[in-house]
Protein backbone atom coordinates (compact mmCIF):
# COMPACT_ATOMS: atom_id res chain seq x y z
CA UNK A 1 0.00 0.00 0.00
CA UNK A 2 1.38 3.57 -1.42
CA UNK A 3 2.05 5.67 1.86
CA UNK A 4 -0.74 8.76 1.84
CA UNK A 5 1.05 11.53 2.52
CA UNK A 6 4.09 9.73 0.01
CA UNK A 7 1.33 10.10 -2.25
CA UNK A 8 -0.11 13.37 -1.69
CA UNK A 9 3.40 14.93 -2.30
CA UNK A 10 3.75 13.09 -5.28
CA UNK A 11 0.69 14.54 -6.49
CA UNK A 12 1.78 18.05 -5.30
CA UNK A 13 5.09 17.42 -7.29
CA UNK A 14 3.22 16.57 -10.75
CA UNK A 15 0.51 19.41 -10.57
CA UNK A 16 3.56 21.57 -9.82
CA UNK A 17 4.23 24.11 -13.01
CA UNK A 18 6.72 26.54 -13.22
CA UNK A 19 4.85 29.22 -15.19
CA UNK A 20 7.48 32.14 -15.41
CA UNK A 21 11.14 31.05 -14.78
CA UNK A 22 13.22 33.59 -13.47
CA UNK A 23 15.48 35.18 -16.67
CA UNK A 24 18.87 34.67 -14.92
CA UNK A 25 20.48 31.82 -13.23
CA UNK A 26 21.26 31.62 -9.30
CA UNK A 27 24.35 33.85 -9.02
CA UNK A 28 27.56 32.28 -8.55
CA UNK A 29 29.22 34.97 -6.51
CA UNK A 30 26.25 36.69 -4.51
CA UNK A 31 22.94 35.91 -2.68
CA UNK A 32 20.31 35.39 -5.36
CA UNK A 33 16.70 37.12 -4.73
CA UNK A 34 13.96 35.57 -5.93
CA UNK A 35 10.50 37.01 -5.70
CA UNK A 36 8.00 34.49 -6.56
CA UNK A 37 4.20 34.45 -7.43
CA UNK A 38 2.43 31.06 -6.30
CA UNK A 39 -1.04 30.38 -7.71
CA UNK A 40 -3.58 27.98 -6.66
CA UNK A 41 -6.88 27.21 -7.00
CA UNK A 42 -8.33 27.31 -3.24
CA UNK A 43 -8.97 23.87 -1.65
CA UNK A 44 -12.78 24.61 -0.90
CA UNK A 45 -13.24 25.08 -4.69
CA UNK A 46 -14.41 21.93 -5.18
CA UNK A 47 -16.98 22.06 -1.47
CA UNK A 48 -18.82 25.35 -2.36
CA UNK A 49 -20.41 26.30 -5.12
CA UNK A 50 -18.61 30.08 -5.40
CA UNK A 51 -18.02 32.43 -8.12
CA UNK A 52 -14.11 31.26 -9.76
CA UNK A 53 -11.64 32.93 -7.22
CA UNK A 54 -7.48 32.06 -7.33
CA UNK A 55 -5.16 32.30 -4.18
CA UNK A 56 -1.85 33.88 -4.85
CA UNK A 57 1.05 34.01 -2.42
CA UNK A 58 3.93 36.33 -2.66
CA UNK A 59 7.54 35.78 -1.34
CA UNK A 60 10.67 35.90 -1.37
CA UNK A 61 13.23 33.13 -1.89
CA UNK A 62 16.84 33.83 -1.31
CA UNK A 63 19.88 31.83 -2.36
CA UNK A 64 23.20 32.39 -0.65
CA UNK A 65 26.55 32.09 -2.52
CA UNK A 66 26.84 28.41 -3.18
CA UNK A 67 29.56 26.71 -1.28
CA UNK A 68 32.17 24.04 -2.47
CA UNK A 69 31.95 20.90 -0.37
CA UNK A 70 33.09 17.62 -0.09
CA UNK A 71 31.36 14.38 0.86
CA UNK A 72 33.35 14.70 4.17
CA UNK A 73 32.49 17.96 4.74
CA UNK A 74 29.14 16.87 4.75
CA UNK A 75 29.01 14.30 6.81
CA UNK A 76 29.81 16.71 9.57
CA UNK A 77 26.28 18.25 9.51
CA UNK A 78 23.77 18.17 11.79
CA UNK A 79 20.28 17.74 11.48
CA UNK A 80 20.57 14.80 8.98
CA UNK A 81 18.53 11.31 9.31
CA UNK A 82 20.57 7.95 9.76
CA UNK A 83 19.91 7.66 6.14
CA UNK A 84 21.44 10.48 4.61
CA UNK A 85 24.54 9.68 6.50
CA UNK A 86 24.70 5.89 5.28
CA UNK A 87 24.13 7.90 2.01
CA UNK A 88 27.18 10.45 2.42
CA UNK A 89 29.07 7.40 3.22
CA UNK A 90 27.92 5.55 0.22
CA UNK A 91 29.40 8.92 -1.95
CA UNK A 92 32.87 8.85 -0.07
CA UNK A 93 33.12 5.20 -0.69
CA UNK A 94 32.33 5.99 -4.64
CA UNK A 95 34.04 8.98 -4.98
CA UNK A 96 36.10 9.26 -2.15
CA UNK A 97 36.13 11.77 0.45
CA UNK A 98 37.29 15.07 -1.02
CA UNK A 99 35.25 15.40 -4.52
CA UNK A 100 34.13 18.59 -4.79
CA UNK A 101 30.06 19.56 -4.81
CA UNK A 102 28.12 22.33 -4.49
CA UNK A 103 25.85 23.36 -1.20
CA UNK A 104 23.04 25.82 -1.88
CA UNK A 105 21.30 27.11 0.93
CA UNK A 106 17.88 29.25 0.59
CA UNK A 107 15.67 31.13 2.86
CA UNK A 108 12.40 31.32 2.16
CA UNK A 109 10.21 34.78 3.36
CA UNK A 110 6.59 34.94 2.80
CA UNK A 111 5.19 38.32 2.19
CA UNK A 112 1.54 38.04 1.38
CA UNK A 113 -1.50 35.56 1.04
CA UNK A 114 -4.18 37.38 -1.66
CA UNK A 115 -7.76 35.72 -2.55
CA UNK A 116 -8.73 37.42 -5.76
CA UNK A 117 -11.97 36.99 -8.16
CA UNK A 118 -11.02 35.48 -11.82
CA UNK A 119 -9.82 32.05 -12.98
CA UNK A 120 -6.12 31.63 -12.33
CA UNK A 121 -5.44 32.04 -15.93
CA UNK A 122 -6.07 35.03 -16.00
CA UNK A 123 -4.54 36.15 -12.86
CA UNK A 124 -1.47 34.56 -14.10
CA UNK A 125 -1.48 37.05 -17.14
CA UNK A 126 -2.15 40.22 -14.79
CA UNK A 127 1.15 38.90 -12.93
CA UNK A 128 2.85 38.47 -15.63
CA UNK A 129 2.15 41.88 -17.06
CA UNK A 130 3.06 43.39 -13.80
CA UNK A 131 6.78 42.01 -14.08
CA UNK A 132 6.91 42.57 -17.65
CA UNK A 133 6.44 46.36 -16.95
CA UNK A 134 8.92 46.59 -13.64
CA UNK A 135 11.54 44.67 -15.98
CA UNK A 136 12.29 41.74 -13.28
CA UNK A 137 14.80 39.54 -14.41
CA UNK A 138 14.32 37.37 -11.32
CA UNK A 139 10.45 36.79 -11.02
CA UNK A 140 9.10 33.61 -10.78
CA UNK A 141 5.27 32.34 -11.25
CA UNK A 142 5.04 29.02 -10.09
CA UNK A 143 1.43 26.53 -10.15
CA UNK A 144 0.38 24.29 -7.62
CA UNK A 145 -1.88 22.98 -5.17
CA UNK A 146 -3.52 24.81 -1.93
CA UNK A 147 -2.99 22.26 0.53
CA UNK A 148 0.47 21.39 -0.31
CA UNK A 149 1.51 24.87 -1.93
CA UNK A 150 4.74 24.63 0.01
CA UNK A 151 5.98 21.37 -2.28
CA UNK A 152 5.63 23.16 -5.32
CA UNK A 153 7.52 25.81 -3.73
CA UNK A 154 10.10 23.44 -2.87
CA UNK A 155 10.08 21.80 -6.49
CA UNK A 156 10.56 24.89 -8.15
CA UNK A 157 13.85 25.95 -5.98
CA UNK A 158 15.02 22.50 -7.10
CA UNK A 159 14.33 23.34 -10.85
CA UNK A 160 16.14 26.83 -10.84
CA UNK A 161 19.17 24.94 -8.64
CA UNK A 162 19.49 22.30 -11.38
CA UNK A 163 19.40 24.90 -14.03
CA UNK A 164 22.33 26.96 -12.62
CA UNK A 165 24.53 24.54 -11.51
CA UNK A 166 26.72 23.50 -14.84
CA UNK A 167 26.97 27.98 -14.81
CA UNK A 168 28.20 28.44 -11.03
CA UNK A 169 30.60 25.03 -11.30
CA UNK A 170 31.81 26.57 -14.67
CA UNK A 171 32.45 29.42 -12.99
CA UNK A 172 33.96 28.52 -9.68
CA UNK A 173 36.41 26.55 -11.98
CA UNK A 174 37.28 28.90 -13.51
CA UNK A 175 38.78 30.91 -10.92
CA UNK A 176 40.52 27.91 -9.63
CA UNK A 177 38.29 27.81 -6.75
CA UNK A 178 37.36 24.11 -6.95
CA UNK A 179 41.01 22.68 -7.14
CA UNK A 180 41.91 20.57 -3.86
CA UNK A 181 44.77 20.89 -1.81
CA UNK A 182 47.07 17.65 -0.11
CA UNK A 183 44.94 17.95 3.17
CA UNK A 184 41.63 17.44 0.39
CA UNK A 185 40.73 21.10 0.92
CA UNK A 186 38.81 23.34 -1.84
CA UNK A 187 40.46 26.42 -2.85
CA UNK A 188 37.06 28.01 -1.73
CA UNK A 189 36.63 26.29 1.53
CA UNK A 190 40.37 27.71 2.63
CA UNK A 191 38.94 31.45 1.34
CA UNK A 192 36.15 31.00 3.30
CA UNK A 193 37.82 30.28 6.54
CA UNK A 194 40.10 33.20 5.88
CA UNK A 195 37.03 35.29 5.64
CA UNK A 196 35.16 33.93 8.84
CA UNK A 197 38.52 34.84 10.66
CA UNK A 198 38.70 38.65 9.31
CA UNK A 199 35.09 39.08 10.66
CA UNK A 200 35.43 37.31 13.91
CA UNK A 201 38.96 39.73 14.37
CA UNK A 202 36.24 42.41 13.66
CA UNK A 203 33.36 41.13 15.94
CA UNK A 204 31.40 40.75 12.97
CA UNK A 205 30.66 36.93 13.35
CA UNK A 206 31.09 35.02 16.39
CA UNK A 207 33.64 32.55 16.93
CA UNK A 208 31.78 29.69 17.23
CA UNK A 209 31.09 29.80 13.47
CA UNK A 210 34.43 29.65 12.88
CA UNK A 211 35.03 27.02 15.06
CA UNK A 212 32.30 25.23 13.32
CA UNK A 213 33.23 25.52 10.04
CA UNK A 214 37.29 24.69 10.66
CA UNK A 215 35.69 21.06 12.60
CA UNK A 216 33.51 20.36 9.48
CA UNK A 217 36.56 20.53 7.50
CA UNK A 218 38.81 18.47 10.38
CA UNK A 219 41.42 21.92 10.50
CA UNK A 220 41.39 22.57 13.40
CA UNK A 221 44.37 21.58 14.33
CA UNK A 222 46.00 23.79 11.51
CA UNK A 223 44.37 26.58 12.22
CA UNK A 224 44.53 26.36 16.05
CA UNK A 225 46.84 28.73 17.33
CA UNK A 226 45.74 31.05 15.12
CA UNK A 227 41.91 30.62 16.46
CA UNK A 228 43.07 31.27 19.82
CA UNK A 229 45.37 34.28 19.03
CA UNK A 230 42.01 35.88 18.65
CA UNK A 231 40.87 35.60 22.39
CA UNK A 232 44.31 37.12 23.22
CA UNK A 233 44.10 40.09 21.12
CA UNK A 234 40.52 40.80 22.71
CA UNK A 235 42.68 41.29 26.44
Given amino acids: MVDTDDERIRKAVEHTEILRAPRQNLYTFGTTNIYYYLVTEPA ?125 IGQMGARGLLDIDSRGIPADARLRIEELFRQVSKGETEPAVLKEELDRWGLFDEYEDRFLNIFGKRR
Avoid: C, M
Avoid at 124 to 129: F, H, L, P, R, T
Fill in 44 to 168: YSELVDTETETVVREGRVLAERPKIVTPYYLAGLEGFSADARRYFESLIHEYGPNVPGLLYAYKNEPKELNIVDGHWQSVVDKINAEIDQRNDPLAAIIKGLDELWDVALIRFIFEITRRSLSDN
